[in-house]
Nanobody, 121 residues
Framework: QVQLVESGGGLAQTGGSLRLSCAAS????????MGWYRQAAENKRELVAT???????DYASSVKGRFTISRDNAKNTVYLQMSSLTPEDTAFYYC???????????????WGQGTQVTVSS
């Protein structure tokens, strides 16, 4: 089974930067679209950015121009470079991945456990 482990969260000041990483472990699968989502207290989980296997990207309007999603297919890892952070970016950040196992055709979606990002004013 695929496991996603996020890292890189923490505390930043307004205007600062953080870089999140999410690595998928396991074998016998291919990862297609990967993404980052976030959930602030009492809010719904919202899309931040997605990236396809061929590195086509999509961003929420609130982060476009400030955040950059990228991936390393050889390492099964997705990154989120966050810049010009504001307190409104404070949330728990989750990565996810759409996976197809070598033995089948069905797509499974996995989620990481999340990492907290806090931006102070």
């Amino acid at each position: 089974q695929v496991q996603l482990v996020e890292s890189g969260g923490g505390l930043a000041q307004t205007g600062g930067s953080l870089r999140l990483s999410c690595a998928a472990s396991g074998s016998g699968f291919n990862i297609f679209t990967m993404g980052w989502y976030r959930q602030a207290a009492e809010n719904k989980r919202e899309l931040v950015a997605t990236i396809t296997r061929s590195s086509s990207t999509d961003y929420a309007s609130s982060v476009k121009g400030r955040f950059t999603i990228s991936r390393d297919n050889a390492k099964n890892t997705v990154y989120l470079q966050m810049s010009s952070l504001t307190p409104e970016d404070t949330a728990f950040y989750y990565c996810n991945a759409d996976v197809v196992y070598d033995s089948g055709y069905r797509t499974y979606t996995y989620w990481g456990q999340g990492t907290q990002v806090t931006v102070s004013s």
